[in-house]
């Protein structure tokens, strides 16, 4: 479900069983794998991976060059930053540095995105 109020980039792949809410914003070549739900107001920055069943709260921004590991969830309002990876099912509560890998409930920095 994609609603009219989205809009979405060149080459942008979204697979079986998404949703994307009011105003979610998808960059160019973005992929959307299956489970997702995007809630209102989200960016999702240009080449970003999301895995499946990856929930993310509204107004969240995601960088360019981002990879969202399978069933992580991210919280209402955090930024993470361009080129940065967050591991298979992590819950990221607040900001990621731009380059950063997190995992872990509550996600935490574990090094440097090579």
Same mark, same amino acid.
């Given at each position: 479900?994609?609603?009219?109020?989205?809009?979405?980039?060149?080459?942008?792949?979204?697979?079986?069983?998404?949703?994307? #809410? #009011?105003? *979610?914003?998808?960059?160019?070549? *973005?992929?959307?794998?299956?489970?997702?739900?995007?809630?209102?107001?989200? !960016?999702?920055?240009?080449?970003?991976?999301?895995? +499946?069943?990856?929930?993310?709260? +509204?107004?969240?921004?995601? +960088?360019?060059?981002?990879?969202?590991?399978?069933?992580?969830?991210?919280?209402?309002?955090?930024?993470?930053?361009?080129?940065?990876? *967050? +591991?298979?099912?992590?819950?990221?509560?607040?900001?990621?540095?731009?380059?950063?890998?997190?995992?872990?409930?509550?996600?935490?920095?574990?090094? !440097?995105?090579?």
């Amino acid at each position: 479900m994609v609603s009219r109020r989205a809009r979405l980039g060149r080459g942008v792949v979204i697979y079986q069983n998404c949703t994307l #809410s #009011s105003n *979610v914003i998808l960059g160019d070549h *973005v992929l959307v794998l299956p489970n997702t739900v995007l809630s209102h107001d989200d !960016e999702i920055g240009d080449y970003t991976i999301i895995t +499946g069943g990856v929930a993310i709260s +509204g107004s969240v921004k995601v +960088g360019r060059s981002c990879y969202l590991g399978t069933h992580s969830t991210i919280h209402q309002s955090v930024t993470i930053g361009e080129r940065s990876l *967050v +591991g298979m099912g992590s819950v990221v509560r607040h900001d990621v540095p731009p380059g950063s890998v997190v995992v872990g409930n509550p996600a935490r920095i574990l090094r !440097e995105a090579p």
